[in-house]
């Protein structure tokens, strides 16, 4: 006889108690159960290394994916050595502040002029709650704040052939008409007997109690189709003159056919994305607190800065790296090689990697993205605009503008002036500094009127595509089920690589951390069985 799962659970209450019970409903997915499990990981211990001598690791790159692999494999006892070109660890995720100094590959060096205290973050910009880079801030002590990632005051702008074009709609606005119209639609239809197919007399007055509440929708009208459940706009999406001791002066909505022909709904499918919802999280004082929390815990004489590799291989005993410092060329040789570089970089430097590991690195494809920190002297975006932290998204060659999350009523701020991507980035990344300061004005003062061009006290722009050593924001692969992702997957000898590239989670922190831990784990599973 079939048993419910009501029956199955009672019985097991039964026999087993309330903590049985309990854990029974995790499993079958019905408890409120604490976190969503983590990809599994088992840390490598100091005693599972007794008896087996010193292992030694040698680790390409001191970004987040190479630092979290010698961090894990350090606090187990392997002796790693980690070779960073930059002088500096995070590799993309990366702080800009007063005296930051950088030169492209076009040549442009830029010095930031911001002021004390003032930053902004060139890569990596924000935490979803559920990644395991909050995990680390945890146990390496870098305090966090909120990622404003939505904000009902910030913009839509988008420039088409309706009638919104050019016009900044506030989210808020966006977001109410999206869901008004939708909700009026679909409980006229409903009402109207359209989805008599799919649901019964008691699932359609659910539905059209959910779309009046969703949507702010009208009550039905005995006898007149058309007018039943309209949506006519409300205090949710907008004042003229905002409630006071009178009433307030809603703003009209936008015309239905613009809504749908300007595209604003399809922005709302990105705060629903697993990665992207709030609440998110930042670091205090910026991202790279991650990167130097990691190299105080490794302990900063493990990480050679300065160091660019130019050859690695597999020997017969390990591997070697040969390196380049300013004091001329050296080599390390180690028992395994963790290769934390981008695979594109890792492709072009010699090795004696097989040819078909190499074609896997080189096919992974590269993405373009670039930043423009503004600091303004006036926090116009509060003081005129009643903006909070958030984002405008244009859907010009801006893309993304974000307002700064912390520094509320502060004297100063570095607002995100664009934050684009793939065509957009390339634009932006072909120009000067100076230029792109230009032309970032230029186009977020449509948005946010003149005052966008005054009070400009600073700015830093980074071209993701002509920074050295990255030479891209991040890659993609044309397909995982080619060969290629899993040819890298696996140890080439004793070379191993880690990266965000190697996970499912590319262009997060998260991914660099999840593959190093795979790696670490793959490793020492090895090392162990020995
Ligand atoms: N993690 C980056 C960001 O949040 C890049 C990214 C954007 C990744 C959107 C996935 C989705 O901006």
């Not at 995982?480 to 992702?485: A, E, K, L, M, P």
Request: glycine residues 14%.
């Amino acid at each position: 006889m079939p048993q419910t799962r009501r029956d199955f659970l009672k019985q097991v209450g039964i026999a087993g108690g309330a903590g049985v019970m309990l854990q029974s409903m995790g499993a079958l997915g019905l408890s409120p159960a604490a976190a969503a499990d983590r990809p599994p990981f088992t840390p490598p211990k100091p005693d599972d290394l007794r008896g087996r001598g010193t292992k030694s690791v040698v680790i390409l790159g001191a970004g987040i994916a190479g630092l979290t692999a010698a961090y894990e494999l350090g606090k187990a006892g392997y002796r790693c050595t980690v070779l960073e070109a930059r002088d500096r660890p995070g590799g993309r995720s990366w702080t800009i502040r007063k005296g930051t100094k950088e030169t492209d590959l076009a040549g442009n060096t830029q010095t930031a002029g911001f002021s004390a205290g003032q930053y902004m973050n060139a890569g990596p910009g924000r935490l979803p709650q559920h990644h395991l880079t909050v995990d680390y801030c945890r146990e390496l002590g870098v305090e966090l704040e909120t990622f404003v990632n939505a904000n009902a005051e910030g913009y839509l702008y988008r420039v088409g052939n309706h009638g919104l074009s050019g016009q900044p709609v506030r989210h808020r606005a966006a977001k109410a008409d999206t869901f008004g119209y939708i909700s009026e639609l679909l409980a006229k239809a409903t009402d109207q007997g359209a989805l008599d197919t799919y649901l019964s007399a008691s699932d359609k007055d659910a539905l059209i109690a959910l779309l009046r509440s969703v949507g702010s929708i009208g009550p039905k009208v005995a006898g007149d189709p058309a007018a039943s459940y309209r949506y006519t706009g409300g205090g949710r999406r907008g004042y003229e003159v905002e409630p006071g001791v009178t009433a307030g002066t809603p703003l009209p909505p936008y015309a239905l056919s613009d809504v749908l022909a300007s595209g604003i709904g399809q922005y709302f499918s990105f705060e629903l994305g697993w990665d992207q919802a709030m609440q998110m999280l930042q670091p205090v004082g910026g991202m790279d607190q991650i990167a130097y929390a990691f190299e105080r815990a490794i302990g900063r004489g493990k990480i050679r800065y300065g160091t660019e590799v130019v050859a690695y291989r597999n020997t017969s005993q390990g591997v070697e790296v040969d390196y380049r410092t300013n004091g001329g060329q050296r080599t390390v040789d180690a028992d395994f090689l963790v290769c934390a570089l981008p695979p594109h970089i890792a492709a072009k430097i010699t090795s004696n990697l097989p040819a078909e590991v190499v074609t896997a690195l080189r096919s992974a494809t590269v993405t373009n993205a670039g930043k423009i920190g503004i600091e303004y002297g006036r926090r116009w975006w509060e003081l005129d605009h009643g903006i909070y932290g958030g984002i405008t998204n244009a859907n010009n060659e801006l893309g993304n503008m974000w307002y700064p999350s912390s520094g509320f009523h502060g004297k100063r701020g570095v607002m995100i002036g664009y934050y684009n991507t793939g065509a957009s980035a390339n634009t932006y990344g072909a120009l000067t500094p100076q230029q792109r300061l230009v032309k970032a004005l230029e186009q977020g003062a449509q948005i946010h009127g003149p005052a966008y061009t005054r009070d400009v006290r600073a700015a830093f722009s980074t071209d993701w595509a002509t920074n050295r050593y990255s030479e891209g924001a991040w890659v993609g692969w044309r397909s995982r089920t080619d060969g290629n992702y899993d040819r890298l997957l696996a140890p080439t000898g004793n070379i191993y690589f880690a990266g965000d590239h190697m996970s499912y989670t590319i262009a997060w922190q998260h991914g660099a951390i999840v593959s190093a831990r795979a790696v670490v784990e793959s490793l020492h599973q090895r090392v162990t069985a020995a």
